[in-house]
Every structure is written in structure tokens, then in C-alpha cells.
């Protein structure tokens, strides 16, 4: 695994800096204005091919090489991600795209008191971050697959991430939830771990090394699922002040009685946390990810006034989410 | 990172008053564990490798056995389900400050969740060699915030007693490092790129520790104590101070000293 090492060479690097003074990078407010201005599609129901397995295509990719060769090189700065982006699928013009970034500091969640990573307050970032969000079988995947390559084309290099898919905690997480006995505070904390780990390994040296990382779903899942199953919410916001504000958050909201047709016609069963079989909620698997999907749903509703959450219509084809998705972030990348 | 409460949600907007009122009860109800929510009683030992900490605990331990307690030991970093991930990742010395931290928290939460809240439900005496002090000091030391690391571990019940064993730097490396065990790459701090020795590495790590444990022994009430004191004065001190904590007609009865080898 020597681009594992690699990338972890630079983090231990930044490790050496942990006993300098304590100083906060602080989030300072309000990221740009976006307006949802999806125009309505024309194609039929959009085949929905999301991609469950928590594969790590991605992570073991060509472009994940070059990241770490990009890490190995040096530090990160606005015009390192032209050289490290050159290489890539990307295309003949990404380099000058990828550079013409602007560098800038990054913002942390958290307040004036705590969050953010410490260690990590002196940095720079070229890249941007982008969340797709939303519930099972929404389309998240199949959009993050059809924006990846209209990125790339448009000469982008581009990240991948989603959650479990850490190297060192992703498949222990996957290992414990076959463990049933396993705590409601217990798992949250599991998450928070495999997502610190992807991001300081994964999403802050692509973002250093200029790239778009577009992230799988992020810290809103996660503390959605926590209220859900009883956590406090503060405890939750708390817990994640260490991570970075996204630069665009997209969630497609789904009706559950939508979604639900959804996953049978991708598998014909439920998956048993994504139906919250382990709340309790009914003994009919239908019923309880109904109520549960509602839940969650409800959450993302609260969630979406805090964290300056897009909500985009997911019940719409495909096509139709994916023609305003690219027209909102190409825009946005272009004044970036 | 603003309270739940701070703003009216938007599914607050919707179910009215009534809904507001009702995700505020279900935040209520959320509240962390306090000390008198429970019969049992959580008694725990700080301090750094070599401080004598754990033989006295297994003391304690006997003395409430001898004397017929229901007992529980539990020690940091131990739970099956968490360790063989945290040890996957230590064996590639790829864990960062904050993911070191949340490993080690998913590993206390698991424990906590699983046996130490339970069990003082159950009205047993927890003993917990180590407990949310240990994270406050070492992942402070790595560089964590301070505060937030509070926040992470908020939901930990408050220990009726906290013994703390201060014992000289040096006294505390003589015992452990008389031997020349090898020393492990996080135990020695060497993430830290302290010194290139890591035995000098491992003392530089520990003194800064020492620091984190004394800047916080006032504000969360540790029993101090001198761990170079004979092992047997230092197990009658704490064995008064934990008679105080049980029942009235049981106090009496109550041996001080476990005759012969229990």
C-alpha cells in the first residue's frame, strides 16, 4: 500500500505541528447563495443503478494514485493542484481550470470556544468541497457517477468519498453492525472515526492538492441517525465540529413511499439499518422503514435550516436531478 | 456549533407549538446519565504507566469481594469489538490525533454502553482502571481541543471517586523501563515526533501528560494521591475514602483489611 503511505507521510508531517499553540480556524458564516434552478427534465424514469456495495473503486483509483503522488511531492498550495491534476482523466484543460481555483483557508464547523482540527489551522485549500445528500436508494451514487465524468470533461479532477469506505474503520464498522449487541453511542462514535479518518487522509489532501472532492453523503447522515435513535442533537453537532464546511450541500429529498419502490426494484428486501429494524419501530419491515425513512426525513428538515442545506426534489428522473445539479456547480466552480 | 435549540426547525413550523414543545421534551429526555440516576457506585484510578494504579485497583477490587460486593473491572482500551480495528490501524501508524481519539472513545462508548452503565443500574461497584481523564490528557497532549474532547465524552457518567496517583517522572520510568521492554509507537507518543529516541520520546510524552492530569485534577475533584507511599498505605487511604460510599449498617461490618491472600 505504498499510496496509503504516502498520504500518510504528509499527515504525520502535520501531526509534528499538534503542539503549537492553540488557535481556531473558525467557520465564518454564511458560504455563497444557491438558488435551485433545476430545470425540469424531459426524459422517462430515470434507471436507477445506484451502486450499494461500499465498493472501493474509487478509493483504489488512477486518480487516487495521483492524489498521493501529488501529497508525496510537497506541500499543498493553490497552483500544486495544476500539476497533480495534469495527469489525470481529467482532460487537456484541466489543469488550467483545476488552478484557477482560489486558495483559500479552510472553514471548520464549530464555534469560537472549539472545532476544527487543531493541528491542521494553518492550512490552505484549493479544491471544493460538495456533498450530495439523501436517504437509501435516492440516487446519490447514480448522480455522483454522472457529475464526476461532466466534471472531468469539463477538466476537473475529481475525488470520490462516501462513509465506510476508510480504509483502516470502514470495514470494522461493516464487521460490527453484523454485531447486533452493538451500542447506539457505540456505532455513532465507529462513524465519526471512519469519517475523520477519510477526512484527513482522503478529502483534506485532495482539497489541498486542488481537487473537487464530491462526497458520498457526509457528517448530516450521520447525525441524522443519531437523533433518530435518541442521541442529542448538541452531542451530535458537538461530535462533528471538527469538520469541514462543504462548499455546496445538495439533498435529494425523496418521498418514502417512493423510495421504498425503489430498493425492492433494485433487490426485493430491505436493508435492516436503513429500515431502522434495530429501533424497534414495527415488526413489519415495510412499515418500519416507512416511518423510519419519515424520520430521518424530519431530521433533515431541522438539519437543513443549521447546516445551509440545498433540498433538491429527488422524485424527479434522473436526468431531470441531474441537469440542475451540473448547472449549479459548474457555475459555482467557475466563479470559485 | 449552535444548540438545538437555538433556532426554530423547520419541522417545528410545521407541527406548531405542540411540535416544538415536544422535540424540546425528546432533547430532555436525552440528557446524560447523572450519578444519582443509578444504585451503583463508579470508582475510578488515573495516572501514568508506572504509577501503581492498577495493582491498587485489583486491591480494592479483592477487599470488595472479601466482603461480598458485587464487582466490575474495566479497563481502557479492552473492548474485542474495537480493538482489532484500533490495531489494525496502530499497526500502520496511520491514526491521526483525532482519529486515534475517536477510536479510543468508540471503545469507551462500547464498554460504557454495554457493561458500566448497565452494571451501576445493577447496583454494582464499577471499577474502571482509567476512564475519560485518560482521553482528556493523552489526545490534549496529541493535539486535540480540549473542549471538544469534553463534549465527546459528555456522555459518560460522573465517577463517584476519581483516584489520582502522582508519582515523579522519573520514579514511574525507573519501574517501567527497567526491563528495556519494547516500546510501542502511540504508547511512546512517536506520532508525536517528539525525539528520535523513543525512550526519550516516551518520557517527553509522559511529562506532558503529567502536565494535562495536574491542570485538571482540581476542577474534577481527583483524590490524590502519593504513589510513593507503600503499596499497603496507600490501599488503606483508599479503602476509607470508599467505605464512605456504602450503606450505613454495611460500613461497620465492613473489613478494612483483607487477612491473609484473598
Redesign the interface.
Known sequence: ?GD?ASV?DA??A??????AA?G?VMHDGAGEDYEDDDAPGDSGAGDITEEYSDSHAYYDSDIYRQLAVAEDAGTAGGSRGAGAGGGADAGGGSSSNVGGMKSRKPKW???K???????LRDIEIAGRLIVIEGPDASGRSTQIELLTTQLEAEGYAVLNTGLTRS???GQ?ILE?KR?I??????L???Y??DF??QL??KIIPALQAGYVVLADRYIYTLMARNTVR??????S???Y??ALVPDMTFYLDVDPYVLVHRVFAKRQSLDYYESGADMGISKNMYDSFIKYQQRLA??F??L???YDLNIINGNRPTDAINAGLKKQILRYLSKA | MMSASSRPSAADGEHGAAGQAGAKKAEAARRRPRRGDVPGKLIVVEGIDGSGKSTQLLLLEKWLRYNMFEVFRTEWNSSDIVRSITSKGKKKEALTPTTFSLLHATDFADRFERHILPLLHAGYFVLADRYVYTAYARDVTRGCDPAWIRKVYDFAIKPDITFYFRVPLDTAMDRILSGRPKLKFYEAGADLNLSKDLYESFRIFQHRIVEQYEAMHKRESFVVMDATMPIHEQQMIMRSKVRKLLPKKLKKKTVLEVPGHV
Open positions: 500500500m496509503f500518510r499527515s504525520g502535520v501531526v509534528a505541528e499538534a503542539h492553540y481556531r464547523y464549530g464555534t470556544k472549539f472545532g476544527g482540527l487543531h493541528y480504509e483502516i474503520i470494522g460490527a454485531n449487541s452493538l451500542g447506539v453511542r457505540t455513532a462514535m465507529f465519526a472515526a475523520a479518518d484527513e487522509h435518541g442521541i442529542r442533537r448538541s452531542w453537532g458537538n461530535l465540529s471538527f424530519r431530521e428538515g431541522i437543513e435550516q443549521k
